[in-house]
């Protein structure tokens, strides 16, 4: 990951981080083994694991110091917060990072948004929780139908098939086409 990138990059959860529904294929109680690595159960076993390259992508953001965000719409957002899904994944350490113990995935989301309801209320709350301009905004989701943000001035990413390093590249390339003057801005600046 060269170059500028956006202030605040944000995912949807269910099939853009992990593959399932969580408000419809998961039944509580969650519960995690000990300190296993990306993997959650519900009360028959049923799996909730981040595709292979999330956490990958959640370290290079944090390093990046970029802010991270959890849009998600759904009809159960108790699952996802604390101390369910988000609480009990935990993340490997950054590799090289030996003597550092894992992190629970909900410390890498610098803001929630997860109830029922448009995508648009999502980052309208957090625009007005941040300050962020929506024009340094990225968003990937697996629904097509969520690209109403862009009236906003989001940048949104189809993710149909999750997130994986290539469809992550993608959308940078993408954000960075359609804001040439902040990323040139950004490169002057630091000449």
């Known amino acids: 990951m060269t170059g500028r990138l956006p202030k605040l ?3 949807d959860l269910d099939y853009t981080l992990w593959a399932l529904w969580i408000d419809t294929h998961v ?3 969650l519960n995690r083994d000990e300190d296993t690595i990306n993997e959650v159960k519900d009360r028959y076993g049923q799996k909730i694991t981040f595709y292979p ?4 992508i959640l370290h290079r953001l944090r390093a990046a110091d970029v802010t991270i965000a959890a849009c998600s719409r759904t009809a159960a957002p108790e699952l996802y917060v604390h101390p369910k899904a988000l609480s009990l994944l935990l993340i490997s350490p950054k590799p090289g990072e030996n003597a550092a113990r894992p ?3 909900i410390e890498f989301f610098d803001q929630k948004e997860i109830y029922p309801g448009s995508k648009i209320a999502h980052f309208k709350k957090i625009h007005q929780k941040t300050g962020i301009s929506y024009f340094e905004m990225l968003f990937f989701d697996d629904e097509r139908r969520n690209k109403e943000v862009e009236t906003l001035g989001v940048t ?3 993710a149909p098939d999750g997130i994986e390093n290539q469809v992550f590249e993608k959308g940078l390339t993408e954000w960075k086409k359609r804001h040439p ?3 040139v801005e950004d490169a002057e600046a630091s000449v």
Not at 53 to 56: C, I, L, R, S
């Open 9 to 11: 990059i944000a995912f």
């Open 27 to 29: 039944s509580p109680p």
């Open 53 to 56: 390259d999330v956490a990958q």
């Open 103 to 105: 992190t629970r995935a």
């Open 156 to 158: 949104f990413h189809h």
């Open 181 to 183: 003057a902040l990323v």
